[in-house]
């Protein structure tokens, strides 16, 4: 009984500090779209055999979210946010700099 208990507050606790979910790629217009359409989004890039297929897919996105935010009075910026929005190249923990410097 003992061991069961053990077990069970042993998974609560994995539960409770497991690290959240990596957030999704943002979606040019996300705020425009239903659930239904973030998910097709998603699905047709996945899809995608080719860089340059999944660039036309994005510009023709980029396209019907513009027009669709003109519909609704909504401003959307003139371009779609870069892939992967993050730190960029040579971004990163790389060597140095950082706290622990292995003395």
């Not at 998910?39 to 897919?57: G, H, K, L």
């Not at 023709?60 to 935010?69: G, S």
Request: net charge positive; aromatic share 2%; glycine share 14%.
């Amino acid at each position: 009984m003992k061991v069961l208990r053990l077990c069970i507050a042993a998974a609560a606790a994995l539960l409770l500090w497991a690290p959240p979910a990596p957030a999704q790629e943002a979606i040019f217009g996300s705020q425009l779209m239903t659930q239904q359409e973030r998910n097709e989004y998603r699905d047709r890039m996945r899809a995608a055999r080719t860089q340059e297929e999944r660039e036309r897919i994005r510009a023709e996105h980029h396209e019907r979210m513009q027009e669709r935010a003109k519909e609704r009075g909504v401003t959307l910026p003139d371009q779609p946010p870069g892939r992967g929005m993050g730190m960029g190249p040579g971004g990163g923990m790389g060597p140095g700099g950082g706290m622990g410097r292995g003395r």
